[in-house]
């Protein structure tokens, strides 16, 4: 599924693809086509309320709220685990929460 | 082998992945590149059909990749008809072969799906057993199992040669001769055996043998089914239409010998031309250089491997019962995890997932999310795995 998000006012490619699974419970990988960079110390304070921060490396982080696991790299991937129902649009759902977090994020188009 | 040498024909490696999913898809050698290219660019044309110099020389290229490859597993040229992919060859075979109520057919629980479904669908369809071998955890086999299994009634038996989930590697050889005394065709899967190590079909023992071009070097959309000649007659294509038939009249056509007689329409042509010179390549470095490089490395990953605490490496312990296929996996961190990590921390490419093998993990390994899967293959160098393990170790 290709998506757009505006980002300081800017229209840029979101593409959301299942990985690899078992049938329960969906695995996505969320692609913001745009070099970008995650402050990603930022976004671990902000999600730290609603996350258990299980890793936080300067390259990436993972953080999880049971039974959902969300990996976050620096150069604009999510990957989100355990998605239910497996469905992109919940995936999506999901991953509106991490996009909050990026400065200048202003919704999906 | 002059690794560095060989490092410097794949383009791909420029870019400064270190790629470990070779189980999955091998990278492609600028000679293969060059040869679809000259296709397109050179002589491009349909094969078998024009007198015009374009098409001849099209058809001697095509026809000249059957050869190479034929050289390349030990076969005759009319034996091997290529195919889009592994997954092909064996679906294929399951809907050439006529089966009838009584018949059973013999399978793993090792296989992957692309050797497992299309039997089960038989079963659906004609009433016939499936009968399934289980594996140890390491994906060994008890030959006694085999024997008690493989009767009469026995149509065919499909096993795979190598483990695309643990890297074992199957004594295929000592199953034909089970499947043989009973009268029964053997189907070996040879996708993950067929890039790795050298193999003579004459020898193996089998009557088909389906693996995938684009796993040994050669362009996606490639693969190759080998069928043995004294079955040509018994088993009938399931496409038909033009280019492989002998006559055809109002009524009536008579098929091809040979390879012509399973590759209906245009194939891919130049993808066919790429597999000849994939295997070329593969030739001129010696499979015998390549199955002792990579064992090497494999032991190295697996020693850089066992070193880190908590890591558990899947599959036989001894290198020389299995390929350079690693699966491994880590506490508290998926495989998917492991994955996103290595790519992002230092442009690892591994693969992670249940590996199209859902009965095998859920019924044997009991591994729902499957495992993290490290691939090697023989232009991966030491100094990757080298990288491979320290990163593993600094994201653990
Ligand atoms: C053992 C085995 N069999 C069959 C296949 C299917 O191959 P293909 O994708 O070429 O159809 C694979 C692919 O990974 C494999 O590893």
Redesign the pocket.
Known sequence: MVKRIKLNGEEIKLTIKDLCHKGDFGNYKITIEKNITFDLDLMSKKLQKEFKIDKLHKLFMIIKKTPISISIARHGKIMIEKVDPDTPEKALEIAKTILETIPGYEGIV | MDIEKIRNDFKILDKGVIYLDS??TSLTPDCVVNAVIGYYNDYNANIERGVYSFSQEASKEYEEAHQKVAHFLGASEEEIVFTK????GINLVANALKFKKGDNIVTTLLE?H??YLPWLRLRDRYGVEVKRIKPSKEGFFNLKDFKEAIDSNTKIVAV?H???CLGTIIPVFEISEIAHKNNALFLV?G??SAPHFSINLKELGCDFFSC?G??MLGPTGT?VLYIKKELWDKIEPFEIGGGMIKSVDIDDFTTADGWEKFEAGTPNIAGGIGLGAAVEYLNKIDMKNIEEYERKLTIKMMEGMKKIKNLIILGPDDPEKRTGVIPFKVPNMSPHEIAFVLDEVANIAIRSGLH?CHPLHNSVLNEPDGTARASLYFYNSEEEVDIFIQTLKEVM
């Open positions: 189980a999955a992919n592994c997954t092909y992957h692309s050797n795979t190598v483990s695309n899967d996708a993950q995938s684009h796993k693969g199209c």
